[in-house]
């Protein structure tokens, strides 16, 4: 009897064993999970800088980007040149925190954020011109979701932030 006591405060302690390694391996996964999230969003936020940060030194880039974007079929050819690069880019980098969004991956603040940012681009004349011409590059998914998109009437596009004209 003596040693069916034993084996029995035994399997007691590895159940509870098993159950505190169970609590540590969640408060484990919890915290990669936080710590990926965060990677993840360090990551989109270096690529926009990346991507945004030459304009900044090259204002010859940046006008040609607004007036692409405001007029495509109006801006000169190397208007268009300069701006189809960072256009593609740009929306690659948008298709990205969309599918990081649809993963779970950003918080809802997080893609808020991207969300006003897409739409405040796509609902720019010459961008609606150049996505006709370049949309089936993306995936059906972030077409269908931009496409559904509406404008944003509160936040005034580059051009007028450029101009004055706020």
């Known amino acids: 009897m003596h040693l069916e006591a034993i084996n029995a405060l035994a399997q007691l302690i590895a159940a509870i064993g098993v159950i505190l390694s169970l609590f540590y391996l969640a408060a ?5 999970t936080r710590s990926q ?12 800088i990346n991507l945004i940060g ?12 607004v007036s692409a974007t405001e007029d495509w079929h109006g801006a000169t050819e190397e208007d268009r040149l300069r701006a189809v690069a960072v256009l593609f880019t740009t929306f690659k980098l948008f298709e990205n925190a969309w599918f990081q969004q649809r993963q779970g991956t950003l918080d809802p603040e997080q893609w808020e954020a991207w969300d006003l940012h ?6 720019r004349p010459g961008v609606k011109t150049w996505w006709t011409l370049r949309r089936a590059m993306f995936v059906v998914g972030f077409r269908n979701y ?15 932030l450029i101009t004055n004209k706020v």
């Open 118 to 123: 897409i739409r405040v681009y796509f609902h």
């Open 146 to 160: 931009i496409e559904s998109t509406q404008p944003i009437s509160d936040l005034r596009p580059l051009s007028e």
């Open 37 to 48: 999230r965060s990677v993840v969003v360090d990551s989109l936020t270096q690529s926009l």
């Open 28 to 32: 484990q996964i919890r915290q990669n």
């Open 54 to 65: 030459p304009q900044g030194y090259d204002p010859e880039l940046t006008r040609a980007f």
